[in-house]
């Protein structure tokens, strides 16, 4: 089928911004005297908000509401001033979305990063392109819970029956479900194929040329996982 509205996750799916998140995680690490960690460890560090992130990087005894205030400001401060060193978006995704608004396909994004910080961001990589972009606020549950979602939606106005969510993680997948929709998996970002078919992806996309013909109505170089292969990767829940 055809979408007429599509949500996007922001890290792993739209921005490459892995490297500029784990450097600003390290700094905050080295400061302090603690380990470390690796990119590919950030990969599964990241993707339930900053608070969320500065609590894995953290070694346990400084994983107190105390420390990680402290934590916390100390990456939002660094992450801030760097978060455009090294983030860009990833090959192709300007022209699908030029093939989506070509195509009249109405489109937002919905982030675990902090509102102001994520239509900054978008504003920088996307200027003029993205009138819908929610990012995490306070009193509202973060993804996978689907409030964000419901509310972003109901902005945009959008028909929830021809609506489709993409993400690069199951926390993506697991928020579309949740809100009642399907959710495609692109292999680009940060997570694994085996991960995004564990949760229950509809779709998995390989190259965002080939996620915008799926979107389209095409499915023309989309994997789309069968409903029993589905349902054994979840555990029986088809």
Same mark, same amino acid.
């Given at each position: 089928m055809r979408y007429d509205t599509v949500v996007f996750d922001l890290d792993g799916t739209l921005l490459n911004t892995i490297r500029d998140l784990a450097d600003a995680a390290n700094y905050v690490c080295r400061a302090h005297g603690w380990p470390e960690h690796t990119l590919?460890?950030?990969?599964?560090?990241?993707?339930?908000?900053i608070p969320k992130l500065c609590q894995r990087f953290a070694p346990e005894t400084a994983r107190d509401e105390a420390s990680q205030k402290e934590v916390l400001a100390q990456f939002s401060a660094r992450y801030t001033a760097h978060k455009e060193d090294t983030t860009a978006p990833y090959p192709g995704i300007e022209a699908?979305?030029?093939a989506l608004s070509a195509a009249g396909?109405?489109? *937002?994004?919905?982030?675990?990063?902090? =509102?102001?910080?994520a239509q900054g961001v978008?504003?920088?990589?996307?200027?003029?392109?993205?009138?819908?972009?929610?990012?995490?606020?306070? +009193?509202v549950p973060t993804k996978p819970d689907p409030t964000a979602l419901h509310h972003l939606l109901a902005r945009m106005g959008a028909d929830e029956s021809r609506t489709l969510f993409v993400g690069d993680s199951d926390v993506d997948i697991h928020t579309a479900h949740n809100a009642g929709l399907? *959710?495609? +998996?692109?292999?680009? *970002?940060?997570?694994?194929k085996e991960e995004l078919t564990a949760a229950g992806a509809e779709a998995l996309a390989a190259t965002p040329a080939d996620l915008a013909r799926y979107i389209? *109505?095409?499915?023309? +170089?989309? =994997?789309?996982?069968?409903?029993?292969?589905r349902a054994a990767a979840c555990g029986g829940e088809g």
């Open positions: 590919d460890e950030y990969r599964y560090f990241v993707g339930n908000g699908m979305l030029e396909v109405r489109y *937002g994004v919905l982030t675990n990063k902090e =509102h102001t910080l978008m504003e920088h990589y996307f200027p003029g392109r993205f009138e819908f972009v929610q990012g995490a606020v306070p +009193g399907p *959710g495609a +998996g692109v292999l680009w *970002g940060f997570r694994t389209l *109505g095409e499915a023309e +170089g989309v =994997h789309t996982p069968d409903r029993e292969a």
